[in-house]
T-cell receptor, first 116, second 116 residues
């Protein structure tokens, strides 16, 4: 158990809908990251937050948004869902920015999103 | 160019044997970190081992060791005395730079199957 929690574990929805994925980082971690894992694209970084502020952005679609709240939990919002958004969405957390490349990211169990 | 290359889509090994999973990387940054993660069929991403670019010795964590050859830009994972529970997908990843804002870039993974 990494200490990172994600809810829900599974989500099935229809095209055009909007969903929210939730992540709680490990105790003491200030950075939260979101990744998408699909069969064709592999593991792709979406976005990073550090202590409530966005710090890095990857291949995140405009239909997707995220935020990190004062209690450090984070939510990833996916809207106008398409079939191609079906994937495993991971949240990861790490201590924070000062560690640089030594700052190990610990992953949550993931949310499996299926868009029908 | 791909930053992380894992050339072995799949590997087979018998229980109790050692196995090496290959990873080569591409970066011009002198400061970087290399990570290996394990993803069993249940889906979670489990951190295994970390190697920093300035580390003089190869990293070890229990049955896992990282064969770091800087000049060849390779960071192979060695699993000694394989167990059935080692059957999983293994990902090599890299994080560049001193800033904690840099992201993890993953390879496509190697599927390891351990047979009795």
């Amino acid at each position: 158990d990494s200490g990172v929690t994600q809810t829900p574990k599974h989500l099935i929805t229809a095209t055009g809908q909007r969903v929210t994925l939730r992540c709680s980082p490990r105790s003491g971690d200030l950075s939260v990251y979101w990744y998408q894992q699909s069969l064709d694209q592999g593991l792709q970084f979406l976005i990073q937050y550090y202590n409530g502020e966005e710090r890095a952005k990857g291949n995140i679609l405009e239909r997707f948004s995220a935020q990190q709240f004062p209690d450090l939990h984070s939510e990833l919002n996916l809207s106008s869902l398409e079939l191609g958004d079906s994937a495993l969405y991971f949240c990861a957390s790490s201590v924070g920015v000062s560690g640089g490349h030594t700052d190990t990211q610990y992953f949550g169990p993931g949310t499996r999103l299926t868009v029908l | 160019a791909q930053k992380i290359t894992q050339t072995q889509p799949g590997m087979f090994v018998q229980e109790k044997e050692a196995v090496t999973l290959d990873c080569t990387y591409d970066t011009s940054d002198p400061s970087y970190g290399l990570f290996w993660y394990k993803q069993p069929s249940s889906g979670e991403m489990i951190f295994l081992i970390y190697q920093g670019s300035y580390d003089q010795q190869n990293a070890t964590e229990g049955r896992y060791s990282l064969n770091f050859q800087k000049a060849r830009k390779s960071a192979n994972l060695v699993i000694s005395a394989s167990q059935l529970g080692d059957s999983a997908m293994y990902f090599c990843a890299m994080r560049e730079g001193q800033s904690g804002y840099s992201t993890l870039t993953f390879g496509k993974g190697t599927m390891l199957l351990v047979s009795p």
